[in-house]
């Protein structure tokens, strides 16, 4: 059983920062891409950062410049830090990961649980 867990949400100012984390446990043999994407009520769900196993970013245009996406290969741990944050970013955030449980299952995508940033003074 795969599972991800994100921790580092809260309550921050406008211009304020936070780091989230998720980490990726169970039966797992090889993660690709890891990545955050974020929903608000009533919206589907956006991406905003991605990282590959080699270290390759993509970032959603608003977010690029303020955010920044990192990973601990040997933790299965991804973290997006999030610098001079807007009201626009309140939303709740989640964690993707594209990974194979078994070197013989097929690759699919794994989701948390979600954590709320909220950006308001």
């Known amino acids: 059983q795969v599972q991800l867990v994100e921790s580092g949400g809260g309550l921050v100012q406008p211009g304020g920062s936070l780091r989230l984390s998720c980490a990726a446990s169970g039966s797992i043999s090889s993660i690709n891409t890891m990545g955050w994407y974020r929903q608000v009520p009533g919206k589907q769900r956006e991406l905003v950062a991605t990282i590959t196993s080699d270290g390759s970013t993509n970032y959603a245009a608003s977010v690029k410049g303020r955010f920044t996406i990192s990973r601990d290969n040997a933790k299965n741990t991804v973290f997006l830090q999030m610098n001079s944050l807007k009201p626009e970013d309140t939303a709740v955030y989640y964690c993707?990961?594209?990974?194979?449980?078994?070197?013989?299952?097929?690759?699919?995508?794994?989701w948390g649980q979600g954590t709320q940033v909220t950006v308001s003074s």
């Open positions: 993707n990961a594209d990974l194979r449980p078994t070197w013989s299952s097929p690759r699919r995508d794994y």
